[in-house]
């Protein structure tokens, strides 16, 4: 398999004003500090963490909705940053994207019928007849389960559900290679959550789509993903198979993360230790180990240094100076929960 | 449990009154909380959870909500008699209410020890001024805010969402109150934070023996704070029971289906069990058993009769034809 998207090395800051208007003090914000990853084609890669760590920043580069600072994107081996317009728009027919909120994300002026074709007439409107647009666009529908009698509506006239559900039709619709989804679920109510991710799932299945996911879930991350990244102020600091990562978190943060999410049996419920403090400031990050001043595994050199992801012993990559002392501090205690299962029917399909 | 309990709810009844017809947004809700306990309200958005915590407190917005019925008895007093003065004095001393936005529920423009002190100003037992910098302080204190003498002259922005929500519980709690509402507090905060959060509302709970109604749709939730739940599903509780009991073997078809549409965390990996259809619009329920349309299990009677509310094991209740039939 060939990666379809690669990071290298990859780096965003913002510049921030700090103080003075003529002699202005800035500082630099680093929501993304130096992160590589790669996608392979037909995988459904995860990144996971909490508000701050910079997962929609490097959506919003992959997209080239931002530039990024340092580092290079590959796109089927192309560097992005190289594209010339003629590129651009190539790419963009190739990589779509399904936010967060539907309701703000639909024009709430066009009809959904104009919705979801605007992309096929945007890229292909000269070579398609209208017809054959319109084919398409009722394909695309029928496809997410979208009723044909809500075609001629406007976006408010749906439901949550209904409108997530164009907002998928829209993305396929050109049949990309690559779609990103921030928090694709997290504005729906439970019932309907469980729709529109069997949903992207079938989907996934039927069109041979990769995904970037982003969410901050991780029962859902375990659910559809099959890689995973863990992110905390700009860095990832673990990676890997998503059962493998499950099965054994090493890192302290992945941990706490893990153990932070309620469990839905009561005799389950554990009594660990919340995790203390709050995320850094990505201005002014801790020195060495960003997590450090959380971490209760804390030694002098996580002080100093700066950490890097390696392969561990529990067959992933982590960004840990104590991943084997970890990994060892955890089969001592016996975990009591086991995140994942060994086997999985759905990575078997993909490869 | 024996004792009275702190506060009973009796077929509670909170309709809104549009141009597009009634909404009845809570239909016949009934359940009562005892001293120093746990209940959650888990349900779907639109379900009537928040405005039956609304009505609780009696900030239904008006005039287009109105408690058409029912009692809410607090210690044996009904406050849907009481006048507008009368329950001024109950919120914050005998029952208050945490919110879920915290950014929204505190004023821009005060400084936090201003707002935190309003709460004791209501008071009318609380002392001079100089005494009431001292119980600010020492309840942002016991909410663990770090360093609360220098903390509370400054502004909601300086504080971050997690102290914020700290903040909201501290004025929340700041008279002992005997009843404590939280609607949904920690949606807008992360996961490592809402389990800080959650933990140190658990503590409070214990330490100051509250009686806690947690609202939320979040189950996870449900089962790390409560001892009981209530599933509300269009307006009227399906099921209630212990939390034990309603998770590991869901009565109502509409727990069941929840519960089974859940991705969790501890599972192989699965294609989710999903819900078909989506919540009733309000202004136009089906007839019968509001889940019918969507159920799995509905038959001919479900249709035409809303099912009786019965009891079964572990003090729990069901309203489902299903149970009463003696099938479950």
């Known amino acids: ?351 | 449990m024996n004792a009275k309990p702190v506060l009973s709810v009796e077929d509670l009844r909170t309709y809104f009154y549009t141009r597009a017809g009634v909404v009845k947004a809570v239909d016949g809700v009934s359940f009562s909380l005892h001293e120093g306990e746990s209940l959650g309200i888990a349900g779907e958005s639109g379900c009537g959870k928040s405005i039956t915590c609304l009505s609780l407190v009696r900030l239904v917005p008006q005039p287009a909500g109105q408690i058409v019925s029912g009692k809410i008895l607090i210690e044996g007093r009904n406050i849907l008699d009481l006048d507008e003065e009368e329950m001024r004095r109950m919120r914050g001393e005998v029952i208050s209410m945490i919110l879920q936005d915290p950014l929204t529920s505190l004023n821009p423009c005060y400084t936090i020890g201003n707002q935190v002190s309003e709460a004791f100003k209501l008071d009318s037992k609380s002392g001079t001024t100089k005494n009431l910098k001292q119980k600010v302080i020492k309840v942002l204190k016991s909410v663990n805010i770090p360093l609360p003498e220098q903390r509370v002259r400054d502004y909601p922005f300086q504080f971050s969402g997690g102290m914020r929500q700290r903040v909201l519980a501290a004025m929340a709690i700041a008279r002992n109150p005997k009843i404590l509402i939280a609607d949904e507090p920690t949606t807008s905060l992360d996961v490592t934070i809402q389990d800080q959060f959650l933990k140190l509302l658990k503590e409070m709970q214990a330490r100051l023996k509250m009686a806690l109604v947690m609202i939320t749709h979040d189950l996870g939730i449900v089962a790390q704070t409560c001892d009981r739940v209530a599933i509300m599903y269009a307006g009227k509780i399906v099921e209630t029971g212990t939390v034990s009991r309603v998770f590991q073997a869901p009565a109502h078809p509409y727990t069941e289906a929840l519960m089974a549409a859940l991705p969790k965390m501890d599972e192989k990996r699965k294609k989710l069990f999903q819900i078909e259809g989506e919540p009733p619009n309000l202004l136009n329920l089906p007839k019968g058993c509001r889940f019918w349309p969507r159920c799995q299990k509905s038959m001919e009677r479900c249709r035409y009769e809303y099912p009786p509310v019965i009891p079964i094991e572990e003090g729990g209740e069901v309203a489902c034809w299903l149970c009463s039939s003696g099938e479950f």
Request: hydrophobic content about 40%; overall charge negative.
């Open chain 1, 1 to 351: 398999m060939s990666a379809l998207l690669e990071l290298h090395d990859v780096y965003k800051f913002f510049p921030i004003v700090l103080s003075g208007v003529i002699k202005r003090k800035m500082a630099m914000l680093k929501a993304v500090d130096g992160i590589s990853f790669s996608i392979e084609k037909g995988a459904c890669f995860g990144l996971a963490g909490e508000s701050g760590s910079g997962k929609t920043t490097i959506s919003k580069m992959i997209l080239l909705l931002e530039k990024n600072t340092r580092g290079q994107i590959l796109f089927e081996g192309k560097d992005l940053s190289k594209f010339n317009a003629k590129e651009i728009m190539w790419y963009r027919t190739r990589v779509q994207t399904i936010f967060q909120d539907a309701a703000s994300s639909l024009n709430p002026r066009i009809r959904i019928c104009d919705i979801i074709r605007e992309p096929l007439e945007v890229q292909l409107g000269k070579s398609l007849s209208k017809t054959e647009i319109n084919n398409r666009m009722e394909e695309m529908s029928r496809l997410v389960g979208l009723p044909f009698d809500k075609l001629e509506n406007y976006p408010h006239e749906l439901s949550g559900g209904q409108q997530q559900r164009v907002a998928i039709a829209r993305a396929i619709i050109l049949h990309p290679s690559l779609v990103i989804l921030d928090e694709p679920v997290s504005a729906l109510d439970v019932s309907i959550r469980a729709q529109i991710l069997n949903l992207l799932i079938d989907i996934q299945e039927k069109q041979g789509l990769t995904y970037l996911i982003i969410a901050h879930d991780l029962a859902m991350l375990k659910h559809v993903t099959t890689q995973i990244g863990v992110m905390y102020l700009g860095n990832i600091v673990e990676l890997g198979d998503t059962d493998s990562v499950f099965s054994t978190p090493v890192h302290p943060y992945t941990r706490a993360l893990f153990d932070a999410v309620p469990h839905y049996i009561p005799e389950r419920v554990e009594t660990t230790p919340a995790l203390k403090g709050e995320i850094g400031d990505p201005i002014n990050p801790p020195s060495g180990c960003k997590f450090h001043p959380r971490c209760e595994y804390a030694i002098d050199i996580c002080n100093t240094e700066a950490p890097t992801l390696m392969q561990s012993g529990a067959g992933h990559l982590v960004s840990c100076h104590r991943a084997d002392n970890m990994l060892d501090i955890h089969s001592n205690n016996k975990m009591e929960v086991s995140y994942g299962e060994e086997n999985d029917s759905r990575t078997q399909q993909n490869n």
